[in-house]
């Protein structure tokens, strides 16, 4: 598509339930970034895939958090059992970039967010 | 690891006149990209301008130019002749590893520009 697609626009779920939020990224972007945005904060880094590999985790904050592109194209952000702490605005990212070569050209197309609410 | 640290929450500035936004950093690489992206209420976010820290030449965009300063570590941000559509949430970025697989982002915690008409 032209940009980087990101569903629901806003979610509201009950504490405890698993939600999973999608992200479409620019047709033949390799690297799919995701982040999260705390209110008045800047993202934080959580996972990134180049193509279906997942190539960084380490920011996921705990085991109830995971990523997956199985297709190396669309990709869902899972948390199961939900907790207030998980509110946040949810970001999805993507770049041409692939393995190697000149990274630092390719910059980020950014989605417009799916702005988590926990109840 | 990196930190981005932007100290100023907020700032305001006249339509048409200049404003500097402030950005520090930590690092002990030595080759490296900084952004600066742009948040307005829409949620959107705009990439406004990008510096590569091998070059010396500070980076321009139109109306937006940087004030990089590696030994300081200091990547500022100048808005010539502010506009209304400037105001925004800004926030300053670091990405390490320009040449590798590590691309992920680091952002600051943003400051808020206003913009007085």
């Known amino acids: 598509g032209a940009g980087v697609s990101q569903s629901p626009r806003y979610k509201v779920t009950k504490r405890g339930q698993d939600v999973a939020l999608r992200c479409d990224p620019i047709s033949g972007h390799v690297s799919l970034y995701w982040y999260r945005q705390a209110l008045g904060q800047g993202p934080e880094f959580l996972t990134y895939f180049n193509y279906e590999a997942q190539q960084d985790k380490s920011g996921l904050p705990n085991d109830r958090f995971s990523a997956e592109r199985p297709e190396g194209s669309i990709s869902t952000l899972t948390i199961q059992r939900t907790e207030q702490r998980d509110s946040a605005m949810y970001r999805c990212a993507s770049s041409l970039g692939g393995i190697g070569g000149q990274w630092g050209n390719y910059g980020y197309t950014f989605g417009s967010g799916t702005r988590l609410t926990v109840v | 690891a990196q930190t981005v640290t932007q100290s100023q929450p907020e700032m305001s500035v006249q339509e048409a006149e200049t404003v500097t936004l402030s950005c520090t950093y930590d690092?002990?690489?030595?080759?490296?990209?900084l952004f600066w992206y742009k948040q307005p209420p829409s949620r959107q976010m705009i990439l406004v301008i990008r510096q590569e820290a091998y070059k010396q030449q500070n980076a321009t965009e139109n109306r937006f130019s940087v004030n990089f300063q590696k030994a300081a570590k200091s990547f500022s941000l100048k808005i010539s002749d502010s506009q209304l559509g400037d105001a925004a949430m800004y926030f300053c970025a670091y990405r390490s590893d320009p040449t590798g697989a590590n691309s992920k982002l680091t952002f600051g915690k943003g400051i808020t520009l206003s913009v007085r008409p």
């Open positions: 690092t002990s690489e030595s080759d490296y990209y």
